[in-house]
């Protein structure tokens, strides 16, 4: 079955950096583009970063260009998200994305269970 594990989440002070990491199987990865999204409490959920397969493009959230670099492994089915100068606002659960883009049709979507990042004094 498909199946997409984020791990790295934890508590960190302003200013700390995180490292996010999303395993990846059952599925063909390097079809997939991968990205991540995160939703506070109260919010909706909201794109962060992406990056497609080949070539290997990558998108930021303007809330976290500079600070934020999102890369793949498509011999490991990995993805990370390498946080830098966190901000009390990154405080969110992230969720790891693949998507298949196949127009006319709907793409396919999957989903992580997300992991928790507070970013805290």
């Known amino acids: 079955q498909v199946q997409l594990v984020e791990s790295g989440g934890g508590l960190v002070q302003p200013g700390g950096s995180l490292r996010l990491s999303c395993a990846a199987s059952?599925?063909?990865?390097?079809?997939?583009?991968m990205s991540w999204y995160r939703q506070a409490p109260g919010k909706e959920r909201e794109f962060v970063a992406g990056?497609?397969?080949?070539?290997?493009?990558?998108v930021y959230a303007d809330s976290v260009k500079g600070r934020f670099t999102v890369s793949r492994d498509n011999n490991a089915n990995l993805v990370q998200l390498q946080m830098s100068s966190l901000h009390s606002d990154d405080t969110a659960v992230y969720f790891c994305?693949?998507?298949?883009?196949?127009?006319?049709?709907?793409?396919?979507?999957?989903w992580g269970q997300g992991t928790q990042v507070t970013v805290s004094s």
């Open positions: 059952g599925f063909t990865f390097s079809s997939y583009g």
């Open positions: 994305n693949a998507r298949r883009t196949r127009n006319p049709l709907p793409p396919i979507d999957y």
């Open positions: 990056i497609t397969s080949t070539p290997e493009t990558t």
